[in-house]
């Protein structure tokens, strides 16, 4: 087989390329620039994929992955790891703006991205699978989320969680039964938090004696367990459900900026009524709050409404999804919304087409649902785009677009 250059890269990280019959063949682990020897040729009826046989011409903008786990377990949890960090930037720039001009149908240029300091060690999160015999604790290989490979360490998380990752291996055998996931957190403070999740019903007490063990190797941690009933419980070291359990930006600093921006880009906030959509733990309400605005913010996970509670300032907050309770809500002069991956439910983008609020801000980690939305929302222009690289050695990219009522 004649081998392929590779073009660009898709969302999602997989390089680009063309057959000699026309169809255009996907292989991940690829630079723009590299000819490529394909192998494992799977094709369908409009396009293929296949991984690297051997490389002909090397990309200059390949580097060698940091990691030991990108290429000796093909470890899925990075995509990039083996461009440079100027193409990588490039390559998240292109997601965004090819999924608004191809999807949106909106005429723009890749947006401009603002980077980080940080492009390793800098996730506060970690999720680790435990394989179905018990053995393995760790991440998955790419594309098969049936298989776990034991994680050493992970490079792009972190130090303060992969050394207490390191001392729970010492310890597995005080791990909980049946166990399902660990995922490892630090908070703000830099206190790091366990929670393991496990299946059936049997319960699980010894929590107190781990984190002694813990302990005794110099890493203190706060134990969680969830077991079938799905209640995340604070076992050892803690009191409260927060906050290891309620969502926060796995890179704090940049999910930071991005809040600032977002409300920056809402414009003057003194006397607005603004609806802030997907709340979280309520930072964005505060913020808008502190600038004059009174705020109404949904939020459907019950432990981070009371957390925005906790922390204040006062606002009207709904516990729910933000699709049932639209009929609720006053109408907004402005919206900042921050969906999950999903996007925005129809309902939502219904009703902001038919209140009109004169200008919507739009926090996006998805482009291709971010892209979606835009399509149910043609009362609006798009009047500016930026990306924020929240995700380093990662596909994943953060969009903050501003919405503005089309004359």
Known sequence: MTPVRILRLATGGDGVGR????????????APGDLVELDGLRLHKRFARARTGRLVEVSPARVAPRCPHYVRDDCGGCQLQHLESAAQREARRGFIGEALRRLARRDTLDPPLVPTADEFDYRT??????????????????????????????????????????????VRHLLPPRLESVVLRQDRQG????????????????AARLRAALLERGTPATIWW??????????????????????????PAMGDRVRARAVEALGALAGRHVWDLYAGIGETSAALAQGGASVESVESDQRAVAEAERRGPP??????????????????????????????????????????????????????????DLTRLPGYRLSDVRAFDLFPQTAHVETVAVLELAS
């Open 19 to 30: 057959l000699d019959d026309g169809r255009t063949v996907f292989v991940p682990r690829t």
């Open 125 to 170: 999160k970690i999720t680790l699978a435990v394989s179905a015999d018990g053995r393995r604790i760790g991440l998955h290989p790419y594309d098969r989320p049936d298989q776990v490979f034991e994680l050493e360490w992970c490079h792009i998380t972190v130090p303060a969680l992969m050394r207490a990752w390191q001392a729970l291996r010492t």
């Open 191 to 206: 206190g790091v938090h366990l929670m393991f999740r496990s299946v059936g019903s049997e319960a699980w007490s010894g």
């Open 226 to 251: 969830q077991g079938a009933d799905g209640t995340p419980r604070a076992m050892a070291g803690a009191e409260s459900p927060y906050p290891a359990t309620v969502f926060e930006q796995v890179h």
């Open 315 to 372: 606002a009207r907050r709904h516990a729910a999804r933000v699709e049932h309770v639209l009929a609720d809500l006053r109408p907004p002069d402005l919206v900042v919304t921050n969906p999950p991956r999903t996007g925005m439910d129809a309902r939502v983008t219904e009703a902001l087409e038919r209140l009109r609020p004169a200008r919507v801000v739009y926090v996006s980690c998805d482009p291709a649902t971010l892209a979606r």
